[in-house]
Nanobody, 114 residues
Framework: QVQLVESGGGLVQPGGSLRLSCAAS????????MGWYRQAPGKQRELVAR??????TNYPDSVKGRFTISRDAKNTVYLQMNRLKPEDTAVYYC?????????WGQGTQVTVSS
């Protein structure tokens, strides 16, 4: 089992920045990749950023150049979000892929509004 605890969401104006954090515990040695997903009301959950153990990152075009995922040696993963837009409003979930399973955090709300 892997446990994930997220923090850092909130309300921000368009063009602003936020940084999300996700601390992993439990079977962290079994994690092969971590990432962030988001889900807006009435929409499917979508990948926002992913980072492998080797440091390879993936982003969809909608956030490329604005969002940056990173991971430290203590298995905390960060999502730096810059130039935020109203369409970035969603609940953001941390994900860890371990032992062929996805583990999820509880989610943190990000609202981009003036």
């Amino acid at each position: 089992q892997v446990q994930l605890v997220e923090s850092g969401g909130g309300l921000v104006q368009p063009g602003g920045s936020l940084r999300l954090s996700c601390a992993a515990s439990g079977r962290i040695f079994s994690i092969s990749a971590m990432g962030w997903y988001r889900q807006a009301p009435g929409k499917q959950r979508e990948l926002v950023a992913r980072i492998s153990n080797g440091g390879t990152t993936n982003y969809p075009d909608s956030v490329k150049g604005r969002f940056t995922i990173s991971r430290d040696a203590k298995n905390t993963v960060y999502l730096q979000m810059n130039r935020l837009k109203p369409e970035d409003t969603a609940v953001y979930y941390c994900d860890a892929y371990a032992d062929a399973l996805h583990y999820w955090g509880q989610g943190t709300q990000v609202t981009v509004s003036s």
